[in-house]
């Protein structure tokens, strides 16, 4: 390759390179803007309400609504081999007993995206039509993602929690935090592409 040639090439690799930085932290400002910071809908009633596993404030918010009357039956998806009903009871320390015959586990799940293949065979099952999700707000975004795939025609009310590091001001501003809306916003866009890349039937995102 003459010098010409590869001057040429540099140029247009850092013109390509600045296109995409830039179109990435266009795409990083959109995700960051569509965490939710807030309970957007508290009242409406849906037919299960739906935890994703992953964080204590998640189970409690859903044996609250639940005990609360917001839904029928609650399903927790994710949960590790071994853990029953009364555990989940115990661990909480929120919701009462009687309401443990309403509560659905499933432990199948390992990902996001197994979350909402998981959830959509139940919720068929059990012939519902409407769920409110209970995620951390940072990974709503694509959790709405993925559930709108596997569950077509079903309304998704999201419910998203805040854990402690996401209640501060700025949260997305600190290091740690800030590391992990980068580490989040990829696995969105994995998520994005998959049907595209590996087909709708691949778990390929965590």
């Known amino acids: ?3 010409g040639r590869l001057r040429r090439w540099l140029k247009r690799a850092a013109a390509a390179a600045a296109v995409a930085a830039v179109a990435w932290l266009a795409g990083f400002a959109w995700f960051v803007h569509a965490i939710p910071t ?6 409406q009633a849906t037919d299960a309400i739906v935890v994703l596993t992953g964080g204590s404030l998640r189970v409690q918010s859903g044996l609250a609504l639940l005990a609360a009357g917001k839904a029928k039956k609650l399903f927790v998806s994710g949960v590790y081999h071994g853990v029953d009903v ?10 009462p007993e009687s ?5 659905a586990l499933g432990h199948a799940a390992e990902s ?3 979350n909402a293949l998981e959830t959509a065979s139940w919720m068929r099952a059990e012939g519902f039509r409407s769920l409110r999700l209970v995620t951390a707000n940072y990974h709503m975004p694509r959790s709405l993602l993925e559930f709108s795939r596997a569950l077509p025609g079903v309304v998704i009310v999201p419910y998203p929690v805040f854990p402690e590091a996401s209640r501060e001001q700025r949260w997305w501003a600190r290091p740690a935090s800030f590391g992990l809306l ?7 866009l994995v998520a994005l592409v998959r049907p595209y890349i590996l087909g709708a039937g691949d778990a390929g995102n965590a």
């Open 86 to 95: 009364s555990e989940l009871l115990r661990v909480s320390r929120q919701s």
């Open 38 to 43: 807030e309970v957007a809908d508290h009242d």
């Open 182 to 188: 980068v580490g989040e916003y990829g696995k969105f």
């Open 112 to 114: 996001t995206f197994g």
């Open 99 to 103: 309401v443990a015959c309403c509560i």
């Open 1 to 3: 390759m003459t010098r």
